[in-house]
């Protein structure tokens, strides 16, 4: 898994209240994704950032914010969440060089009822 | 717009078969990715393709890049049921980003 730890792994909530998915890397990357993955879409990139305190929109942003303080966590908030940010999330680290592979943390299934 | 197609989308074979997945793409990408991913589980990383003409081959799996055509192939020989998984392509990186397809889900039946 790359050094990358996604909380909470599994997160049912409600309707309008804020939910925050945190990722976690050990090995000071300065890529960092997060991406929804939705069955007949595959993955989509919401944010993503390549260094502390930068950060640039991806895709499917609108309802997301990230923030990352520190080279090792990127965080991705739900402000107010709906039924439509129901999905599997996944942070990714890029780790550079030539062959530029991103590699996958273990997904977070968010259930917003 | 990037897209990037993936043909087919869900694939049934018996054991003992081949069978190619396409990845198109429309934008031109000097190299492209494939992944797999196991029902319930993350995406690992099955090859990189870093120029026009690269084939790559892991056991029964061999992908290769046109990149004049913005194609790429995964051919699968003689599957056998361990391949069964939800293969994704991806071309890139553009800007550091890399663009999905939908994924094609192989479903290998003894």
């Known amino acids: 898994d790359a050094g990358i730890t996604q909380s909470p792994r599994h997160k049912v909530t409600e309707t309008g209240t804020p939910v925050t998915l945190r990722c976690h890397q050990t090995?000071?990357?300065?890529?960092m994704y997060w991406y929804r993955q939705d069955p007949g879409h595959g993955l989509r990139l919401i944010h993503y950032s390549y260094g502390v305190k930068d950060t640039d929109k991806g895709e499917v942003s609108d309802g997301y914010s990230v923030s990352r303080s520190k080279t090792e966590d990127f965080l991705l908030t739900l402000e107010s969440a709906t039924s439509s940010q129901t999905s599997v999330y996944f942070c990714?680290?890029?780790?550079?060089?030539?062959?530029?592979?991103?590699?996958f943390g273990a997904g977070t299934r968010l259930s917003v009822l | 717009e990037l897209k990037v197609e993936q043909n087919p989308l869900f694939l049934s074979m018996q054991e003992g078969k081949n069978y190619t997945i396409y990845c198109n793409y429309s934008t031109t990408s000097d190299r492209l990715y494939w992944y797999r991913q196991d029902p319930g589980k993350s995406l690992e990383s099955l090859f990189v393709l870093l120029s026009n003409g690269a084939v790559k081959q892991e056991g029964r799996l061999m992908a290769s890049l046109d990149t004049k055509a913005r194609l790429s192939t995964l051919h699968i020989t003689a599957a056998v049921h361990d391949l069964s998984a939800t293969y994704f392509c991806?071309?890139?990186?553009?800007?550091?980003?890399?663009?999905f397809g939908a994924g094609t889900i192989l479903r290998v039946k003894s």
């Open positions: 090995e000071n990357h300065r890529y």
């Open positions: 990714a680290i890029s780790v550079g060089g030539e062959r530029n592979i991103q590699y």
């Open positions: 991806a071309p890139g990186p553009y800007g550091n980003k890399l663009v």
